[in-house]
């Protein structure tokens, strides 16, 4: 039987875990009448299924459990997937609040290293729930985008065309898809600020080194409660 860490790393298992985290989300999206409230990265998403007619919840419902049901079914047949057991699907919501405890800190730690400046952030009264909903839209859709996307691309290859070990496609591979995550963040250049911008590349670097040896499951929920502490912690 393969282990927990082997069962809870692959993309089959993955796309399972965190869809009750997506279906909340859009759900009280919905129940709060925050329409409005959508994160850069979800909007890329959105937007690219809108051009094909897919604009309902229903609709990007199906759409997501095919893709979902293609994935299993092809990680079966490679035997690469088994239904893992009961306890490793607490386990990963465990592990993923561990992450998001310490991320925060190994990461201000290292720009506080680099450039002695502090990040803050106000999210009071009734803006409060939507923050939260933009944290865990953040972890759900930017991970897509920027980690099983986008740094899933470069190791695809650097697999095919640089013949060294795969620790350092996944260090290189997560620098190079941190930098693009970080100035992604950012409508106009002139809006870059140095102490935010080198704690989104620690950032982006640390969820994709979660993403290359942990999978996506677990980097989504370390990102959205990451993101649901900090803001909790703001007010």
Not at 99 to 104: D, E, I, L, R, S
Not at 190 to 195: C, F, I
Not at 223 to 233: P, Q, R, S
């Amino acid at each position: 039987m393969k282990s927990y860490f082997e069962q809870t790393r692959s993309l089959a298992f993955s796309l399972i875990a965190i869809a009750p985290l997506v279906f909340i989300y859009e759900l009280l999206i919905i129940q709060v009448g925050a329409g409005n409230v959508r994160n850069a990265a979800e909007k890329l998403i959105k937007d690219a299924f809108a051009q094909t007619g897919l604009v309902f919840l229903w609709q990007l419902a199906l759409v997501y459990a095919a893709l979902t049901l293609i994935v299993v079914f092809i990680s079966i047949r490679k035997r690469q997937f088994q239904f893992p057991r009961p306890a490793y699907w607490g386990g990963i919501i465990i592990e993923s609040l561990f992450y998001a405890t310490f991320f925060g800190l190994c990461a201000r730690y290292i720009t506080q290293f680099l450039l002695a400046l502090q990040l803050s952030a106000d999210a009071t009264g009734s803006e409060l729930l939507h923050e939260i909903l933009l944290g865990i839209a953040a972890g759900i859709y930017e991970e897509i985008v920027f980690r099983l996307i986008l740094l899933g691309s470069i190791l695809l290859i650097f697999r095919k065309v640089w013949l060294t070990r795969p620790f350092f496609h996944a260090v290189t591979a997560s620098a190079i898809s941190a930098a693009i995550f970080a100035i992604f963040h950012y409508p106009a250049f002139v809006a870059v600020t140095w102490d935010s911008f080198i704690f989104r590349l620690v950032a982006g670097w640390l969820l994709g080194m979660i993403f290359v040896y942990r999978g996506l499951a677990v980097t989504v929920y370390t990102h959205a409660f990451y993101d649901i502490l900090y803001i909790l912690n703001a007010v």
